[in-house]
């Protein structure tokens, strides 16, 4: 069975509050959590050293988060780096825009900390199963 203690995951996130409280609860969950705060330090981050999840905001400093998800697809696939946006926004069409820009899933915040780990767990689970059948 696949543990995912201990994944590397890069959580890309303007809002300092947020960004406190969700390392804090992943690092307690036992993952390895790097922050920055935008779409630019975190392709740096991803080039330098590619982590097992990665979660974006859909609002970062330079603008729209799916954009630069968008282009962050050009180099990585989703079996290469899933994605887990967050957003307050709850509205259809940004859950399709997260979708369509390469997200592999969408948590709307604040958020459930258990819901969290579940997405998160889901994801990894499924990286790992299809890095085994490659």
């Given amino acids: 069975m696949f543990n995912s203690k201990g994944s590397k995951l890069l959580l890309v996130?303007?809002?300092?509050?947020?960004?406190?409280?969700a390392s804090f609860r992943l690092e307690?969950?036992?993952?390895?959590?790097?922050?920055?705060?935008s779409g630019a330090d975190a392709l740096a981050k991803c080039q330098e050293s590619l982590p097992d999840l990665l979660i974006v905001d859909t609002t970062l400093p330079?603008?729209?988060g799916l954009e630069w998800l968008s282009r962050l697809r050009t180099?990585?696939?989703?079996?290469?780096?899933p994605v887990l946006v967050f957003s307050l926004d709850p509205s259809l069409e940004t859950v399709?825009?997260?979708?369509?820009?390469?997200?592999?899933?969408y948590l709307i915040t604040p958020?459930?900390?258990v819901v969290m780990e579940?997405?998160?767990e889901t994801l990894l689970s499924s990286r790992?199963?299809?890095?085994r059948r490659k």
Avoid at 13 to 21: G, K, R, Y
Avoid at 28 to 37: C, P
Avoid at 75 to 81: K, S, V
């Fill in 96 to 105: 399709e825009r997260a979708y369509h820009a390469g997200a592999q899933d």
């Fill in 111 to 113: 958020f459930d900390p």
């Fill in 118 to 120: 579940e997405k998160i």
């Fill in 62 to 64: 330079e603008g729209d």
């Fill in 13 to 21: 996130q303007a809002e300092p509050v947020l960004a406190e409280l």
């Fill in 128 to 131: 790992n199963m299809a890095a």
């Fill in 75 to 81: 180099e990585f696939t989703p079996d290469q780096l």
């Fill in 28 to 37: 307690l969950l036992g993952y390895e959590i790097k922050h920055v705060a």
